[in-house]
C-alpha cells in the first residue's frame, strides 16, 4: 500500500513541470516594443462626487435659546446620556460639605 502511494507521487512529481509549462503562451509580446498591446486607461478623479461647502443661516439666538428650553437643557440637547429622571442621593452623615461631624 506504503508501495504504491509512492509511485503515484513519484509519477506527479514527474508530471508537474509539463502541466507548468502547458500554462505558458508560446509566444510572449515585449513589453518594451512601441507595438505591444496595452490595456485601456480608465481615469477617474477623486473629486467626481464633491459637493462644495456651503455656510447656512444661522439661527437667531431666540430660535436657539427657545429650542433649548424645549429639550430641557443642555444635557437634552446631546440625548440626555440616561440621566433623565435619575433623583440624587442624599448626603452621608460625616460626609464634607454635609455640616456633621
Do not use: C
Not at 440625548?79 to 440624587?88: D, S
Amino acid at each position: 500500500m506504503a508501495s504504491r502511494f509512492v509511485l503515484v507521487l513519484y509519477i506527479a512529481a514527474l508530471l508537474l513541470p509539463t502541466a507548468a509549462s502547458a500554462q505558458q503562451s508560446a509566444a510572449r509580446a515585449n513589453p518594451a516594443s512601441p507595438d505591444a498591446a496595452v490595456p485601456a486607461v480608465n481615469y477617474d478623479s477623486a473629486f467626481a462626487g464633491y459637493t462644495p461647502y456651503r455656510d447656512e443661516k444661522p439661527a437667531t439666538w431666540r430660535d436657539v435659546n427657545d429650542e433649548v428650553g424645549r429639550v430641557g437643557g443642555h444635557i437634552g440637547i446631546v440625548g440626555g446620556a440616561g440621566h433623565a429622571g435619575h433623583k440624587t442621593a442624599p448626603p452621608k452623615p460625616g460626609a464634607p460639605g454635609t455640616g456633621a461631624r
